[in-house]
C-alpha cells in the first residue's frame, strides 16, 4: 500500500532548508519522522474525509510521507486525506520561522565565537547546499541586519524602562 502523503506549495528557498534538515524517498518527497518540531507540526496539521478532494494546483509543490504510529495507521490508510489552504498558510509560516529562528541562531553561534558577517554567511550558504540557489548572499545578510535592528530596540527599550 502506498505510503500516506500531503502536498504543499513551498518557497524554493523553503525546499532548500527541508533538503539539508530532512532525508527524501526516491521521488523528493520529504519523510517526515516524529523527532523534530516541523514534523510533528506538519503532522498536526492534515485533515481526512471520505471522498477524494480535489486538489490544487501546486506552484513549488511539496510532498511529505506522513510517519505512521498506533493512533493514526488506520485512519491514514482508509481515509483521504488533503490540508486545507488555511492550514497550508500556517505550515509555510511556521516553516519559515524555523528557517529564520536557525539563521538568527547560526549568527548568534558564529558572533560569539568571533567570526565576521561574510565568513558566517558564507558557512551558513555552504552548509545549507541551497539547491535552487533560491536564497543568496544578500538576503541572509538583510534577515542579519533586520534580526540586529530588532536587538537593538529589545535593549533601547530595556533601558528606557529602567530609567523611569
Not at 558564507?122 to 541572509?140: P, R
Request: contains cysteine; proline residues 3%.
Amino acid at each position: 500500500m502506498d505510503k500516506p502523503q500531503i502536498t504543499i506549495s513551498l518557497d524554493k528557498h523553503l525546499h532548500d532548508f527541508l533538503y539539508h534538515e530532512y532525508k527524501t524517498d526516491e521521488n523528493g518527497a520529504f519523510i517526515l519522522t516524529k523527532r523534530s518540531d516541523i514534523c510533528l507540526y506538519i503532522d498536526s496539521m492534515w485533515c481526512v474525509s471520505d471522498l477524494p478532494v480535489k486538489p490544487n494546483v501546486k506552484e513549488n509543490a511539496v510532498t511529505f510521507i506522513l510517519p505512521l504510529s498506533d493512533i493514526n495507521h488506520r485512519i491514514l490508510r482508509e481515509h483521504f486525506i488533503y490540508v486545507p489552504s488555511w492550514k497550508e498558510l500556517q505550515i509555510q509560516q511556521f516553516i519559515e520561522s524555523e528557517f529564520r529562528r536557525r539563521v538568527r541562531d547560526f549568527f548568534c553561534i558564529g558572533y560569539q565565537k568571533g567570526y565576521k558577517q561574510k565568513r558566517i554567511i558564507e558557512a551558513f550558504l555552504a552548509s545549507y547546499g541551497m539547491k535552487f540557489n533560491a536564497i543568496n548572499f544578500d538576503q541572509i545578510k538583510k534577515f542579519d541586519y533586520r534580526n540586529r535592528e530588532n536587538f537593538l530596540k529589545e535593549v533601547y527599550t530595556e533601558i528606557q524602562n529602567a530609567m523611569v
